[in-house]
């Protein structure tokens, strides 16, 4: 059976979301159609402004103005920076609400394959706001890959002599069991250990 068009391009756009497949837009799509008229004016309203999103002129994350929520706060003067990969690694640090210090966004990790480099993910940036806010505490939070590792590796070459790095650490999830891990998983424990 074939939709009608209108349908078919909803489900197009909306199979392009992360872990959203075929099915699934189509079911939502269906769903919206029963919407009232408002509803769906509303979203595609709120859909449509993510295109006036701003970044954080300190940290790159999204904002109203300026600077962020969190590099506009009371945490302004804080001397721990975390680097994270992107946005939702930082979100997901947040919630976590364990961090209280400040954040740098990279938008990636050096991809010379792909062309990223230290100009591309603004390792300057980075270094010159370490400088500039005394910043005596830089926990590298990137995610466990080639790609990460080497970022990590750079980033911690271009330190400042009066700023020192930590990577965070990598390995087993609470509850979780050996027999179920894989080889790099437990590598990272084994790398990650620590005196008790």
Request: negative net charge.
């Amino acid at each position: 059976m074939e939709l009608p068009t209108i349908i078919q391009d909803v489900v197009e756009h909306l199979s392009r979301l992360p872990g959203v497949g075929g099915k699934t837009a189509q079911r939502y799509a269906l769903a919206m159609a029963k919407w009232h008229h408002e509803d769906v004016t509303s979203l595609g309203r709120a859909i449509g402004q993510i295109t006036e999103l701003r970044k954080c002129i300190k940290c790159g994350m999204f904002s109203d103005d300026d600077l962020c929520h969190i590099c506009d706060s009371t945490r302004a003067g804080s001397s721990v920076l975390c680097v994270v990969e992107n946005i939702s690694d930082c979100i997901a640090i947040e919630k976590s609400g364990t961090f209280r210090g400040l954040y740098y966004i990279l938008g990636g990790v050096l991809n010379p394959l792909m062309g990223i480099g230290p100009d591309e993910l603004g390792l300057d940036r980075l270094i010159r706001r370490i400088k500039e806010e005394e910043i005596g505490e830089v926990i590298l939070a990137i995610n466990p890959s080639v790609e990460g590792d080497a970022t990590c590796s750079y980033i911690n070459q271009i330190m400042p002599e009066d700023s020192s790095a930590q990577r965070i650490g990598f390995g087993i999830p609470m509850g979780g069991s050996l027999e179920y891990l894989d080889a790099m998983t437990i590598s990272k424990a084994l790398e990650n250990k620590k005196k008790m």
